[in-house]
């Protein structure tokens, strides 16, 4: 069985330092807001050279917490990505703005930038882009329209930890990156978690607010906030995985090569693109495949799991139907939601399980 994820293997790996971290909290008690939660948004920050990060208790929130920091609210209109996780989008519809799809590039599934500016309207406050499979956004234009629009950028960097665009940290290009520690993710923990990272010290006060139902000093509430906080336990788990983080990234990028070279020339496949200015650190490996359901259906008869990333694009979800498509919708997210397909990925994959799941997706006749 060769599964996308091998969370137990990764564990396996890392056991007698996650276990002493785990025994760490439980030993000194301090279950919210702890040593282990300070010290972990000190390294990110430095790692990711910010001045603030704020752990909350899930990349959702960590969305949700930075938008409110910058003050998107009923009536704005957001520019993001259809094709990404709900998540993205279902936050700034659930503060009253409205999501505004922008279609993609189809070699990293990203955000297209010239598609943005047709998009702005005076309603429009922010742009998302999201770092989809860990491939940054092309981030230069982004803030090139932003600036010149007096738009806010907020980063999506759930998949996208350690990620470089032009040798800059993704997350740090925005006023707020927004990371998930969801247990699948490149910097996971074994639960929820996230966090918010900031250069500005009145959105990092905001943020540290509303995480903590919007109090700065215990029992005095300048805001309506949420409970919103990283897991003193979590934190500790992070701490290990994060001293490990470019390794295991690494470990990803190695893993995509072998991907690259034993499925070089394989009939009807698309390899993910990797941009000349980028680092991707592969959250997932996504091909595209003209026949994905029967490339899809061998691997799984081979005891290989894959998984379709994402089968309805955003503005195709009854949840954002009556929205419309009145311009035309995003015919590249919907070319890609009919080809896609993620490939097992991690970093302790071996070069044999490469091989053979290559192997399996050669095998596949082009019907
Ligand atoms: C692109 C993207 N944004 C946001 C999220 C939300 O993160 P979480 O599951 O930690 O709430 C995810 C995670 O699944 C994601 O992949």
């Known amino acids: 069985m060769i599964q996308m994820v091998d969370l137990g293997r990764q564990y396996l790996t890392l056991k007698k330092e996650i276990d002493d971290a785990v025994a760490d909290v439980l030993a000194h008690s301090h279950f919210i807001l702890g040593p282990k939660v300070a010290e972990l948004e000190k390294k990110i920050a430095a ?55 922008a279609d993609i590039d189809p070699d990293t599934f990203n955000i297209d930038p010239a598609l943005i500016e047709k998009k702005i309207t005076p309603r429009t406050k922010a742009i998302l882009p999201v770092h989809l499979f860990g491939h940054p956004a092309d981030m230069d234009p982004i803030l090139a329209i932003a600036k010149t629009r007096g738009l806010t950028v907020i980063e999506d960097c759930a998949q996208s930890f350690g990620a470089e665009y032009k040798g800059k940290k993704a997350g740090s290009f925005g006023r707020c990156g927004c990371f998930s520690f969801f247990p699948s993710k490149n910097l996971a923990c074994c639960g929820d978690g996230g966090m918010v990272i900031t ?17 700065a000093v215990k029992y005095y509430h300048s805001m309506l906030g949420y409970n919103s906080r990283l897991d003193e336990i979590q934190a500790a788990i992070l701490l290990v995985k994060f001293s490990h983080i470019d390794r295991m990234n690494e470990g990803r990028r190695r893993a995509a090569e072998l991907y690259r070279t034993h499925l070089a020339g394989a009939g009807g496949v698309h390899l993910p693109g990797e941009a000349p200015w980028a680092k991707h650190v592969y959250h997932q ?18 005891d290989i799991t894959s998984a379709v990333y994402y089968p309805l694009p955003l503005d195709r979800q009854e949840v954002f139907a009556a929205g419309g498509r009145k311009d035309g919708g995003c015919p590249v997210s919907d070319r890609c939601a009919a080809l896609v397909l993620s490939l097992p990925m991690f970093p302790e994959l071996t070069e044999k399980e490469v091989i053979r799941v290559c192997d ?8």
């Open 47 to 101: 790692y990711h050279g910010v001045g603030h990060a704020i752990g909350v208790g899930n990349g959702t929130d960590a969305l949700l917490l930075a938008l409110r920091a910058c003050g998107i609210g009923r009536g704005d209109e957001v520019i993001t990505s259809p094709f990404t996780f709900i998540a993205t989008a279902e936050v700034i519809a659930g503060l009253g703005a409205t999501p505004v799809f």
């Open 199 to 215: 250069d500005d010290e009145e959105t990092a006060k905001t943020v540290r607010m509303l995480r903590n139902h919007g109090s």
């Open 285 to 302: 490996f996504t091909i595209r495949a003209k026949h994905r359901d029967a490339v899809m259906n061998a691997l799984k008869k081979n």
């Open 360 to 367: 399996v997706i050669r095998g596949v006749p082009l019907e």
